[in-house]
């Protein structure tokens, strides 16, 4: 479960890319666990795996971005475009503070609801990160509004403490698993939409 942090600001680092080893300032905030780098290595290997045009032509969503770890990860290794929403004012001013310091021009920050965002957004992403804090348990809600802003052929990252492939949720229905893992009680997968998955 995600719960505040206290004591003294945390750090995570880029791990790959550009920006790599560029520590990231985990603040002091309600709700924000940023993913673990053992758990990012092994996402953004898949997704160098499986993304056959490169990260040139991605584009990423980070639907809540917290300490950025996901957001300037996609950046750091070539995205074409990020865009990182964040509800919390002092953590989208961090955020502002470090995309302005690496002069990642292709990151975009918006401070908005991500359920409100989701559901009227009108542009197309090719990778959604999908990581809200578990205790409110909106991947259910999250996950169809997802579906109308993904390109065809595009993935879906999702954490959450539940169980995803012995004993898949509900909520997976019309997604397929194409990857998953777990970190201890973290659960982590890439999806696709059944209509659109290729791999």
Excluded at 159 to 188: F, M, N
Aim: net charge positive; aromatic share 8%.
């Amino acid at each position: 479960m995600k719960k505040k942090l206290t004591g003294a600001p945390r750090q995570v680092r880029i791990i790959g890319g550009l920006w790599k080893r560029t520590p990231l300032p985990v603040l002091d905030a309600e709700g924000l666990r940023p993913t673990p780098d053992r758990v990012r290595e092994t996402v953004f290997n898949w997704l160098g795996f499986l993304q056959k045009s490169g990260w040139s032509q991605i584009r990423c969503l980070d639907l809540f971005a917290g300490s950025g770890a996901l957001g300037f990860e996609a950046a750091s290794r070539g995205a074409a475009s990020v865009l990182m929403v964040e509800s919390q004012s002092v953590v989208l001013r961090q955020l502002e503070a470090i995309r302005d310091k690496l002069h990642a021009d292709q990151i975009r920050l918006l401070r908005a609801d991500a359920m409100v965002l989701a559901a009227g957004m009108k542009e197309r992403f090719d990778l959604i990160f999908l990581d809200p804090p578990y205790q409110l348990q909106l991947l259910p809600q999250l996950l169809p509004l997802c579906l109308p802003l993904l390109a065809p052929g595009g993935f879906v990252y999702v954490e959450t403490e539940q169980h995803l492939e012995a004993s898949p949720p509900p909520w997976l229905a019309g997604w397929r698993i194409v990857r998953a893992d777990h970190a201890g009680a973290v659960q982590y997968a890439l999806l696709q939409a059944d209509d659109n998955a290729s791999n």
